[in-house]
Every structure is written in structure tokens, then in C-alpha cells.
């Protein structure tokens, strides 16, 4: 979950860009001092809500919403919340897949998780694909927290549809700017071609559009594979949080992923 959180601040000021390394130059800082959480962070925060507190997903992710209605969500999903679309509007978008992370630190079984990434993505993001990408994140999620390689993650992925050989720059120039089968791929090869979370994240931001969003489901990925988000990335994202968001993250922190071996220092108590 924390690596959802850095990756969406990391990657937020690049979001749109095609390419950040022309402006970061050869040694890219991580951090900006404007970054700040979007969207991202706020529905993953929801969606820990929901597993800690038993909220219906419906009412945690509006919630969520109203508390914090300028951090740049998709147009579909302001009017579903805002109560102008009356049922799931069957999204095939990454918005499932960038807010999934939580559920594969709160169950100890795979299956498990993909329940209940399914139960927290279905209510915006039926359609099948949109599925597919929270399914994605969150079993690869598990896969690595629970001791899993790289090629069984990629294996688990290759078995929902996803072609991790393609050339992603291509790709990207065919597909729409935020769907899943555009970003998701995206995310999971900058998590399997490279070596820290830290390379993870940033080769996430280099692939250019959705920066936000790939950079947060590979942080998603690298932060349970590399076994937590390096102190100093977490020294500089814990202060852009809201007090509301803080305030979820650490309790789900104490009571999901401390007992499952995650130990996070400097969090606040």
C-alpha cells in the first residue's frame, strides 16, 4: 500500500509528460517539492478502510470522494459518486488496478485477495478488462509479499491476458491514455525490469502518460517484492499526506501488514 502511495506522489508532476527524463536529467530526483497525493492515494486509502472497517465499497469510495474532491479523478467517476449514474459504469480504465494494493496484505490466500480486489473494483470497473488489471495488481502484489519470483508473477499476469513481451512504447501510442490494457503492462514490466524499487518506480514514470497511476501500481508490486519503500522516500511522502489518509495508512499498517511481517520504521504511532 505504501508503495501505491509513493509511487502516485513520485509520479504525479510528470502525469501527461511523455518525457520526464529530458527534464530530470541523468540523475532524476525521486520526489519533487510540489508532488502531492491524487486520486490514487485516496482510493487506495479507501479501499484499506474498507478491509479494516467493513465499509461497503460503494459508500467508502464515494466517501472518499467527497472528502477529497479536487485530487483528479476520471470524469465517469465524479458523476458516478456525485450520484448521476445510477449503477456501475463498467469502466475497462486502471482505476481498480491503482487502488488494489491493500487486499493483498490483508488475506493470506490468493484467492482470497482476488475476491476482494474484485469486490472493491467491481462497483466502477465491471467491465472484464478493468477486472483483469485489478486482479493483475493485486495477485502479483501477493504472489511477491508472500515470497513468489519474478517469473511466477509474470506467469500469473501472461494467464490473465497480459502479453509482457510487447513494445509497450508502441502500445502506448494505440491505446487510450488510462485503460488498463495500456497501463497495466506498463507497470508490471518496469517492475520486472528492474532491480530496487526505487528503478521500479522510476522506470514506471519514464514510460510517460498515466505517470501517476503506472508509477503506483508498480510501487504496489515493488514495495512487497523489495520488502518495504526505502526510508527516504517514505521520510518525504508521510508529510504530503492528508491527516484523514495518515490516519488509515498506519492503522492499516498496525493491524494488516506488521503482523504479516512488514515493518515500516519512522511511521508515525
Known sequence: MWGAI????????????????DAWGSRPPLVLRGSHFTDDTVLTVAVAKI????????DALKAAWRAHPR??????FRKWCAGELDRAYRSYGNGGAMRVSPTAWAFDDINEVLDAAERVTIPTHAH????????AIAGA???ARVGGTKREIAEFCEHLGYDLIVDLDAMHRRETFATADATVPAALRAFLDTDSFESAVLEAVQYGGDTDTVAAMAGSIG?????????????????RLAPDLLEV?????????????FYLDGLPR
Open 6 to 21: 509513493a509511487g502516485d506522489i513520485i509520479g504525479q508532476p510528470w502525469e501527461g509528460n511523455a518525457s520526464p527524463s
Open 51 to 58: 478491509l479494516l472497517d467493513g465499509d461497503r465499497p460503494e
Open 71 to 76: 485530487a483528479g479523478y476520471g470524469f465517469l
Open 128 to 135: 472484464v478488462r478493468g477486472l483483469a488489471g485489478a486482479w
Open 141 to 143: 502484489t501477493y504472489i
Open 223 to 239: 514495495e512487497a517484492f523489495y520488502r518495504g519503500v526505502p526510508n527516504e522516500i517514505l521520510e518525504q511522502v508521510i508529510p
Open 249 to 261: 495508512a498506519v492503522r492499516f499498517t498496525e493491524t494488516q501488514m506488521r503482523p504479516r511481517g
